[in-house]
């Protein structure tokens, strides 16, 4: 009997001490946010406005050829946040224009007890701030 008690105390020790499988707020930060880098370059190289939308479920990244708003593919497709990872209640778009400049935008990333602030400035500029 002891020595069951032994196993089951040592078995719940470990279980206990095993990391979190998801993937930590600060990864999606920075995974975002070197998204967004890459749209304002994709703004400047294809001389065409570049919007990235993001809201609770997810982001997603569409680009302006004068007429519509095009969703983008490749690197671009949309993303889901990862799991627990809350994002804002209210839409957040940012667009960067041809010249890399965007409207100053923040997106904050929560889960658990950790938060990471996602900011673009006014020059597009984009950094991860704590």
């Known amino acids: 009997m002891v020595t069951v008690a032994v196993i089951g105390l040592a078995a719940g020790a470990v279980a206990l001490s ?54 983008l593919n490749g690197v671009f497709i949309a993303r889901t946040w990862g799991e627990g990872v809350a994002a804002p209640a209210d839409p957040v778009r940012i667009v960067f224009d041809p010249t890399g400049v965007a409207d100053p935008a923040r997106v904050r990333l929560t889960r658990d007890n950790q938060s990471r602030t996602v900011t673009v400035d006014g020059a597009g500029e984009v950094s991860i701030h704590d």
């Not at 930060?29 to 939308?53: G, K």
């Open 18 to 71: 095993l990391p979190d499988p998801r993937p930590a707020v600060g990864l999606e930060a920075e995974q975002f946010a070197a998204r967004l880098s890459r749209a304002r370059e994709e703004a400047i190289l294809t001389n065409r406005p570049v919007a990235a939308d993001a809201d609770t479920a997810g982001y997603s990244f569409s680009s302006f050829d004068g007429a519509v708003w095009t969703p």
